[in-house]
């Protein structure tokens, strides 16, 4: 167990809708991670967040947003949803920045009928 | 741009049969290489975090080295409880971990 918990662990939705996914990181933890796994694609940065501000952004979508709240959880928010951001969704914790390992949820399954 | 290659795609082991595991990497300056293992409906769980080449770490039947090009996982006695898919990332300037597609492991009793 790591630690970091996603909820929920599935989401089943159709196109043109919005979800939005949540994570708490480990204790202690200041830095929340968004990541996306698709079977042709591996695993690809969204979105990082430190202590309430975004500290960095990769490939994120402008149709997705995130956010992290004082009590240092994070929520991803997918909206307009596509065919194609069915994916699994994994967040990330670390205790601080530079050369920390993060730790990963067991992600959350979105799945766009 | 930065890129990880992990190979083999997939490797199939008998148990007690060792192997190695490869990721090669090209970034501009390596902050850190990390191993993960991911079992089927999970997430990667933290194995290693490598720094600078020539470095080693170990756990039970683990190794990971890491050179200026390339990082080893080595296997040695593999039993089917370590069969999962192994991933490597590297961390550049951002905190960001850039991951290649990994190897997945299949070890039979």
């Known amino acids: 167990d790591s630690g970091v918990t996603q909820t929920p662990k599935h989401l089943i939705t159709a196109t043109g809708q919005r979800v939005t996914l949540r994570c708490s990181p480990r204790?202690?933890?200041?830095?929340v991670y968004w990541y996306q796994q698709s079977l042709d694609q591996g695993l690809q940065f969204l979105i990082q967040?430190?202590?309430?501000?975004?500290?960095a952004k990769g490939n994120i979508l402008e149709r997705f947003s995130a956010q992290q709240f004082p009590d240092l959880h994070s929520e991803l928010n997918l909206s307009s949803l596509e065919l194609g951001d069915s994916a699994l969704y994994f967040c990330?914790?670390?205790?601080?920045?530079?050369?920390?390992?993060?730790?990963f949820g067991d992600g959350t399954r979105l799945s766009i009928l | 741009e930065d890129q990880v290659t992990q190979s083999p795609e997939a490797l199939r082991l008998q148990e007690g049969e060792s192997s190695s595991l490869n990721c090669s990497y090209t970034?501009?300056?390596?902050?850190?290489l990390f191993w993960y293992r991911q079992d089927p409906g999970k997430g990667p769980e933290f194995l290693f975090t490598?720094?600078?080449a020539g470095e080693e770490k170990e756990k039970e039947r683990l190794k990971a080295t890491l050179t200026k090009k390339e990082s080893f996982l080595h296997i040695t006695a593999p039993k089917p409880e370590d069969s999962a898919t192994y991933l490597c990332?590297?961390?550049?300037?951002?905190?960001?971990?850039?991951f290649g597609t990994g190897t997945r492991l299949q070890v039979f009793p």
């Open positions: 990330a914790s670390s205790v601080g920045t530079a050369n920390q390992p993060q730790h």
């Open positions: 204790s202690g933890d200041l830095s």
């Open positions: 967040y430190y202590n309430g501000e975004e500290r």
């Open positions: 970034v501009s300056g390596l902050r850190g």
């Open positions: 490598l720094y600078s």
């Open positions: 990332a590297v961390q550049e300037n951002t905190d960001k971990l850039i």
